[in-house]
């Protein structure tokens, strides 16, 4: 299906597709968008450079739709060789105009020179932590900090929380930048380090079990001196 035209319920957020699935309203149903909810949002990810990916995305769309940012993200990819970070702390000024010259993505300086400079960022998280899985993931939030019924009007209250101020204060600090706290929340949501698929969507329970499965990456042990 190309879209789906219909309004998503107003009291539930729910859109019922052509599939006879449940899902969340945000899909829109477009094909694309669908197959990412179903098969990304919300689902744990403990890779690096998924994550780096993650992050350095939710930057660019700031201002932006995720639709327009997924649309674009094998280009992204091309463009910055697969969001490796060992390879983008790398890029030079001659890259920078590179990119800059790529109608396939975002073209805006202030990004691409923030994606570089956190590529660099990455690299000394994962000499502190051991990855950057370790990092993000100590911030997942605690079960009591969760709502206890994810409803279409609490979903709406959750562009920021405590733990994604918090995190996204502490990589401030560290150097990173765009990573504002709603930034890190939608990374967060995308990622599975949170499960904000809403109560009835066909997705939260599978969500939820991969979660529950998931091994949730530590932080390496301090060498002995």
Same mark, same amino acid.
């Given at each position: 299906m190309a879209s789906d035209k219909r309004l998503h319920d107003?009291?539930?957020?729910?859109?019922?597709?052509?599939?006879?699935?449940t899902r969340c309203w945000w899909h829109g149903?477009?094909?694309?968008?669908? #197959?990412?909810h179903d098969r990304e949002w919300g689902w744990p990810v403990a890779d690096d450079i !998924?994550?780096?990916? +993650? %992050?350095?995305?939710?930057?660019?769309?700031?201002?932006?739709?995720w639709l327009t940012i997924l649309r674009k993200r094998d280009a992204f990819r091309n463009a910055f060789s697969g969001f490796d970070p060992?390879?983008?702390?790398?890029? #030079?000024?001659?890259?920078?105009?590179?990119?800059?010259?790529d109608a396939g993505i975002v !073209?805006?300086?202030? +990004? %691409?020179?923030?994606?570089?400079?956190?590529?660099k960022r990455a690299i000394d998280l994962k000499a502190e932590f051991g990855s950057?899985?370790?990092?993000?993931?100590q911030y997942e939030p605690a079960l009591e900090n969760r709502p206890a019924r994810l409803d279409f009007v609490t979903a709406k209250t959750l562009a920021t929380t405590a733990e994604s101020t918090a995190m996204s204060k502490d990589m401030k600090k560290r150097g990173w930048t765009f990573v504002g706290p709603t930034t890190v929340y939608a990374f967060m949501q995308?990622?599975?380090?949170?499960?904000?698929?809403?109560e009835g969507c066909c997705c939260r329970e599978p969500v939820e079990r991969a979660r529950a499965a998931f091994h949730r990456p530590q932080v390496a042990a301090s060498p002995d001196p």
């Open positions: 107003p009291e539930t957020g729910l859109i019922t597709g052509q599939d006879g699935k149903g477009f094909e694309d968008y669908l #197959t990412y !998924r994550l780096f990916e +993650k %992050i350095c995305l939710e930057g660019f769309q700031s201002g932006l739709s060992d390879l983008v702390s790398g890029f #030079t000024d001659t890259d920078v105009e590179r990119c800059l010259a !073209r805006h300086r202030g +990004k %691409i020179i923030s994606t570089i400079n956190n590529a950057l899985a370790a990092y993000v993931w995308s990622m599975g380090m949170v499960n904000d698929h809403l």
